[in-house]
């Protein structure tokens, strides 16, 4: 039996961001996404759209509209979606009334370009929710899966929990 192949969505967002020194700003650089699954020897068939290169604040309406109808039209019934952390139950809200995709939000607290990232971890994580979770929206941070729909980010201890 042939596994359903995972859509990856990258939209920008810590896991993203590269620093060029100490005194520089961050900018959203080129996804690593597509490396990081390559490290990981994923063998399971995937397609990644880099859709967006933006910090997760700077996401408007029209950037969630546009996240849902790519993942609408795609032919995958399974995505994972490279999110930036502060709005990402947003844009999970967002992406409550597609139905028949199994949808996994993951994102890191710190840049996939530095070696102390839960970067790879979350991206795994992601991967094995959306071939395991039935149809719906998840968020996959911290070690833990939660219900995207009612999860909420608690920025003072920097996780994520259920509301």
Same mark, same amino acid.
């Given at each position: 039996?042939?596994?359903?192949?995972?859509?990856? =969505?990258?939209?920008?967002?810590?896991?993203?961001?590269?620093?060029?020194?100490?005194? !520089?700003?961050?900018?959203?650089?080129? &996804?690593?996404?597509?490396? *990081?699954? @390559?490290?990981?020897? =994923?063998?399971?068939?995937?397609?990644?759209?880099?859709?967006?290169? @933006?910090?997760?604040?700077?996401?408007?309406?029209?950037?969630? +509209? *546009?996240?849902?109808?790519?993942? /609408?039209?795609?032919?995958?019934?399974?995505? =994972?979606?490279?999110?930036?952390?502060?709005?990402?139950?947003?844009? +999970?809200?967002?992406?409550?009334?597609?139905?028949?995709?199994?949808?996994? *939000?993951?994102?890191?607290?710190?840049?996939?370009?530095? &070696?102390?990232?839960?970067? &790879?971890?979350?991206?795994?994580? /992601?991967?094995?929710?959306?071939? !395991?979770?039935?149809?719906?929206?998840?968020?996959?941070?911290?070690?833990? =899966?939660?219900?995207? *729909?009612?999860?909420? @980010?608690?920025?003072? +201890?920097?996780?994520?929990?259920? !509301?």
């Amino acid at each position: 039996m042939a596994l359903p192949p995972i859509l990856v =969505v990258t939209t920008g967002g810590t896991i993203d961001k590269q620093y060029f020194d100490a005194l !520089s700003e961050y900018q959203i650089a080129e &996804s690593v996404i597509g490396r *990081l699954l @390559k490290i990981a020897r =994923v063998t399971h068939p995937f397609r990644v759209i880099e859709l967006m290169r @933006k910090d997760s604040l700077e996401l408007t309406d029209a950037d969630r +509209a *546009l996240i849902a109808a790519t993942i /609408a039209d795609a032919p995958e019934t399974h995505v =994972v979606i490279t999110h930036g952390t502060d709005t990402m139950t947003q844009t +999970a809200r967002a992406l409550g009334h597609l139905t028949g995709k199994t949808i996994v *939000l993951a994102g890191a607290l710190a840049p996939a370009r530095f &070696s102390e990232s839960d970067a &790879s971890f979350n991206l795994g994580m /992601a991967f094995a929710c959306c071939q !395991s979770a039935p149809p719906g929206v998840w968020i996959t941070m911290n070690g833990s =899966v939660f219900n995207g *729909l009612t999860a909420r @980010k608690d920025r003072a +201890a920097g996780t994520f929990v259920e !509301s």
